[in-house]
């Protein structure tokens, strides 16, 4: 499985149709002027090549790519064909898989190549007709071409996920789907083990995470259905329609169309430089690989690695705070303030902070609970001072509620300190046993795990969830181990 990830330059394409264009963009694309190549595409491509891992092409060239579409106003398309920016390289990153395990993959790049973006086809088929728009025409367009190696849906849109984090991180682009500035084109194929690529299909146009896992998805089974009952996959374009969750036929390409590539005249070859070279270039806007190396941010594949080594997180916790807008910052501003384990800090962002967040459909970016305020509430629950449930009941009061005073006198106004003395807890613990005699007998005849579990929530209740399972648990063991002896 191959796929072209579109990432569209940082300028305005949203708006009322048709309002974004002058013809810097519509004839030359990368340009403020005519046949003036715009050095930011040119950086953005050079430093995405550098998170790929990709060997910078130092000359590269444009092409003309001759096609009629109704989108396209000028009849050919600027790109990359002979020689791209960048080739080769890789990417790594996290995907769920079947078992709900956090597993590491890696993916190979083809190519990284610069080219025009066309304008948008907005298809009315009420009205049977189709409107186009043009604001987006012209804008640079950086394409990143994959190898075949991915295996299905989450497959794809880990790795696009992945990207889209990457291109953020360099400020290269706002990596959008809603806004265009992203778009993948998946080219499906099945084959059994050992037996060379089938035939393709090529999905164009994916508008989101969601749409790529199950347009992908649902092409895998539609090729499968139609080589197990005889029939043949068709090389062609198709379109997902994310209603009936199908992709449907746009246009075959069994015949070869020629695209009549050509040298692009309006456009020189383009010429980077390094540190070594960059005495040759007489234009000071030139960009130079190795500066733009020594300026690279943290990628999140080293967020990563850095929260893994440093702190000795789980690759869930990682793969959560990495993936969630400003996750690793209020990770870092926490720690700051809370005298719990790391890992205890990311359990308690990831599994009850992040919980009551998505119910309510908060962003941790925009979070109204302080780092400060959720440190304490970390640390009284690390700390037994205060029990899960009633930690949780703090997350939601300081989310809904305007709360002056601390966490830890919420919990003494509202009596919700956790019991932790045995003395407190084992009369409790004592009358659950005398009430309960089934469950006793169900511990002695081997049932030792659920009978405890039963006992422990009845005398939970009893202490209106003050109780500390633990201890009690501990406490139960021992009275029904004194009895089994008697």
Known sequence: MLQKVLLLADRQTEGQTDRQIYKGKTVYPFSFGAGVLNGECVRAGVKTAIALNSKINKVSKFDRKHYFYADLPQGYQITQQRQPLAVGGEVEYILIDQNNRYVTKTARITQLQL???????????????????????????????????????????????????????????????????????????????????????????????????????????????????????????????????????????????????????????????????????????????????????????????????????????????????????????????????????????????????????????????????????????ESGYSTVAYCSQLVELYLKQDITERPKTVVDNNGWRQIVDTETLKPVCVKILKENPKLVKKYFKGKEDKALSSLLMKALNETQMKGHPVLMKKIFTELLEEQKQK
């Open 115 to 381: 080219e025009q973006d066309s304008g948008r086809s907005l298809h009315d088929e009420e009205g049977r007709q189709s409107l186009i728009d043009l604001n987006r025409a012209g804008i640079g367009l950086m394409e990143i071409v994959t190898e075949p190696d991915f295996e299905n849906g989450i497959d794809c849109s880990s790795f696009v996920r992945e990207v889209q984090l990457m291109m953020r991180q360099l400020q290269v682009c706002l990596g959008s789907f809603r806004e265009g500035a992203l778009r993948v084109d998946a080219n499906i194929s099945v084959h059994k083990p050992s037996e060379p690529l089938g035939v393709r299909s090529e999905v164009k146009n994916l508008g989101s995470l969601k749409d790529l896992r199950n347009a992908v998805d649902f092409e895998i089974k539609r090729q499968k259905s139609v080589l197990k009952n005889g029939g043949t996959v068709i090389n062609e374009t198709r379109t997902f329609d994310s209603e009936s969750g199908k992709t449907i036929p746009m246009r075959d390409k069994e015949r070869l169309q020629d695209y009549r590539f050509m040298p692009e005249p309006n456009l020189p070859p383009l010429y980077l430089y390094d540190n070594s070279t960059a005495a040759q270039s007489r234009d000071q806007n030139t960009t130079n690989i190795d500066e733009e190396i020594q300026n690279m941010p943290p990628l999140p594949r080293d967020v990563r690695n850095k929260l893994i080594n440093d702190y000795n997180l789980s690759l869930r916790n990682v793969y959560v705070l990495v993936n969630e807008d400003k996750g690793v910052t209020f990770f870092n501003e926490v720690m700051k303030y809370s005298n719990s384990p790391p890992n205890f800090i990311a359990n308690f962002i990831v599994n009850d902070l992040l919980g009551v967040f998505n119910a309510n459909d908060i962003k941790i970016r925009n979070s109204p609970i302080s780092p400060d305020i959720l440190a304490e509430i970390v640390d009284i629950k």
